[in-house]
C-alpha cells in the first residue's frame, strides 16, 4: 500500500483504516458487486464507485466488514462518479476493522490502477526469482566448504527463518536459540506414517508454521529439513528449501556411496581371510578391521532379517565404523576388533528383531580369522532362545547340543550303569570315579578329596573298571568318561 501511494500518476489518497498496512497486495479487481467475498482470496485490492449503493447507511459499512473477513488487503473507492465523496459508514467501519482506504479521484481510469498494481507485482516476482537465484549460490557456496551445517545456517540466513535438520541420530539447527524447533519437528515426523514417504509436510498454528521436507538418504532412517516460518512458505522460501534439500541430499549422499563401495570392498577382504587366503600376508585395507595389537574378533550372527547386513551397517555407520561383513545361509559373519565386547555386538544388533542372536569368538590374531570363525560358528550354535549374544569359552564343546546328544548316550551305558549300582548297594562309584577323573588320575589328589583312604579309593575304581569292561590307565577312556559326566551334570 506505501508503494501504491507514492505512485504520483495514480493521484491516489489515504482516507480511511491505517496508513501503513504489513498485508501485501497480491492481485487488484475492479467490482461493483455488493458482496464479492465468494470470489475473492485474500490480499486483494478492490476497486469500486459504489454503484451498487444508493446512499450512506449501514449496508456499507457490512460491506466494509465483509471485505475484510474475506482478508481483502485494501479498498479503493472511485469518487466523481455515483458518490462525490467517500460514504462516511465506509471511513467509520474502515477504521474499526483496520482496513486501509484509499480514494482514486475521478480522472484515474481503473484500469490504470490495475496495470500498475500488476506490474509491479510482476516486478517482484522477478527480483524474487533473481534473489532466490543469488541465495542459492550463497548455499552452494557454503555446502562447498561447511557441509550440512552451513547449508542449514545460510538458509535459515536467507529466509529469515529457522531452520532445522533431522534424523536418527543427526541433528542441526540455525539460529542457536531455534533448538526447540528440533523437538517440534521430531514430533511431526513422528506422527507421518513411514509407508507414506511425503514430499513436504506443513503444520501451520497462529503466526508459525513448520514445514518438513523430507531428505531421501540411502538406507537410513527418515530425514528431514524443517523450517519454521510466521506464515505460509512464499514463493522463494519454497525454492530455496528444495535447492537446500538437494544440497544435503548430496551431502549426506556422499560419504554413503563411498562406503558402498570401501564395504564391497570389506566384503571380498573379509572372504578371503576367512576362507584362510591371507593366512601370511594381510592387506592394508584390512587394517582397520584390527586393533592397534592386530587381534580380531569374529562374529556370526544368526536371525531372520533379510537386510541384517545392512542394519548392521548402518549402525556400524553411526559409529564411525567401518563394516566387514559376509553374508551367510542364515545371517551374516562380522570381523570385528579384538577390543570389541559382547557389549558392542549387543548395540549392533540393536535395531535387529530380538530372535536375532550372535556368537563371539576369543580374541585371536588377525591372520588366525578362520579358527576365529570356527569359534564364533559354535558361539552362536549353543545360543539358546533367550540369549542375544555368546561369547566362545573353552567349554563351549559341551554346550553343542550334537555333542551333549553324544555324551548322554554314552553315559546311558556307562554313568548309569555305575549309578544303578549306587542305588542298589548304596556305593559311592560316580562320584569316586569323577573325583579321579578330576584328578587325572592322581590317587592321593581324588582320596584327599573324598575324605577316603587311597586304597578304598583303589578298590571303587577297580569296581568301575569291572562294571564297564574298561581300562582307566588308557588317558583316551578317562577323557570320554569324565565328558560324559560334565553332559550329565550340565
Not at 500518476?9 to 458482496?35: C, K, M, N, V, Y
Not at 547340543?401 to 555305575?418: F, G
Amino acid at each position: 500500500m506505501s508503494w501504491l501511494l507514492r505512485q504520483r500518476h495514480l493521484r491516489l489518497s489515504h482516507r480511511g483504516g491505517p496508513e501503513r498496512s504489513s498485508e501485501s497486495i497480491t492481485f487488484a479487481q475492479a467490482t461493483e458487486l455488493i458482496d464479492p467475498s465468494p470470489w475473492l482470496s485474500g490480499g486483494e485490492l478492490i476497486l469500486t464507485t459504489g454503484l451498487g449503493f444508493d446512499s450512506d447507511g449501514p449496508a456499507l459499512d457490512t460491506y466494509v466488514r465483509t471485505l475484510s473477513t474475506a482478508g481483502v488487503a485494501c479498498l479503493g473507492f472511485g469518487t466523481g462518479l455515483s458518490h462525490s465523496t467517500i460514504p462516511q459508514h465506509i471511513l467509520d467501519a474502515a477504521d474499526d476493522v483496520g482496513l486501509p482506504v484509499v480514494e482514486v479521484p475521478y480522472d484515474t481510469p481503473f484500469a490504470a490502477v490495475i496495470r500498475a498494481v500488476m506490474k509491479r507485482i510482476s516486478e517482484q516476482e522477478y527480483e524474487q526469482v533473481v534473489r532466490a537465484a543469488s541465495v542459492q549460490n550463497r548455499i552452494t557456496r557454503a555446502a562447498l566448504h561447511g557441509g550440512v551445517d552451513a547449508i542449514v545456517r545460510e538458509l535459515a540466513v536467507a529466509t529469515s527463518t529457522s531452520v532445522a535438520l533431522i534424523g536418527r541420530r543427526t541433528e542441526s539447527f540455525h539460529p542457536t536459540d531455534a533448538s526447540n524447533l528440533v523437538d517440534q519437528a521430531r514430533d511431526i515426523a513422528r506422527s507421518i506414517r513411514p509407508s507414506a514417504s511425503p514430499a513436504t509436510v506443513s503444520v501451520s498454528e497462529p503466526g508459525r508454521t513448520v514445514s518438513l521436507h523430507s531428505v531421501p538418504i540411502t538406507g537410513s532412517a527418515s530425514t528431514f529439513l524443517a523450517i519454521r516460518t510466521t506464515g505460509p512458505m512464499t514463493g522463494v522460501e519454497q525454492i530455496l528449501l528444495g535447492h537446500a534439500v538437494s544440497l544435503v541430499t548430496l551431502e549426506l549422499e556422499k560419504p554413503a556411496r563411498l562406503r558402498a563401495e570401501q564395504s564391497r570392498l570389506n566384503t571380498l577382504a573379509l572372504g578371503l581371510l576367512l576362507d584362510g587366503h591371507l593366512t601370511t600376508d594381510v592387506p592394508s585395507y584390512l587394517t582397520d578391521a584390527a586393533d592397534e595389537d592386530s587381534l580380531i574378533r569374529v562374529a556370526v550372527v544368526r536371525g531372520p532379517s533379510e537386510r541384517i547386513v545392512d542394519a548392521i551397517d548402518a549402525e556400524c555407520r553411526l559409529r564411525g565404523r567401518p563394516t566387514f561383513a559376509r553374508t551367510t545361509d542364515t545371517g551374516c559373519a562380522l570381523l570385528l576388533r579384538g577390543s570389541d565386547d559382547i557389549t558392542f555386538v549387543a548395540r549392533l544388533l540393536d535395531s535387529l528383531p530380538r530372535s536375532t542372536c550372535a556368537g563371539l569368538s576369543a580374541r585371536l590374531h588377525i591372520t588366525e580369522s578362520p579358527a576365529a570363525l570356527r569359534q564364533a560358528s559354535l558361539a552362536c550354535a549353543a545360543a539358546g532362545s533367550h540369549d542375544r549374544v555368546v561369547e566362545f569359552t573353552g567349554s563351549m564343546l559341551l554346550a553343542s547340543e550334537p555333542v551333549q546328544e553324544s555324551l548322554r548316550a554314552m553315559a546311558a551305558v556307562t554313568i548309569a550303569v555305575l549309578a544303578e549300582y549306587d542305588r542298589v548297594h548304596t556305593a559311592d562309584l560316580v562320584a569316586s570315579l569323577r573325583a579321579f577323573l578330576e584328578a587325572n588320575g592322581h590317587w592321593e589328589t581324588a582320596a584327599a578329596q573324598l575324605s577316603v583312604h587311597r586304597h578304598t579309593l583303589r578298590n571303587r575304581i577297580t569296581r568301575c573298571e569291572e562294571l564297564l569292561a574298561v581300562d582307566l590307565t588308557s588317558a583316551r577312556v578317562r577323557a570320554e568318561l569324565l565328558l560324559s559326566l560334565l553332559a550329565t551334570t550340565a
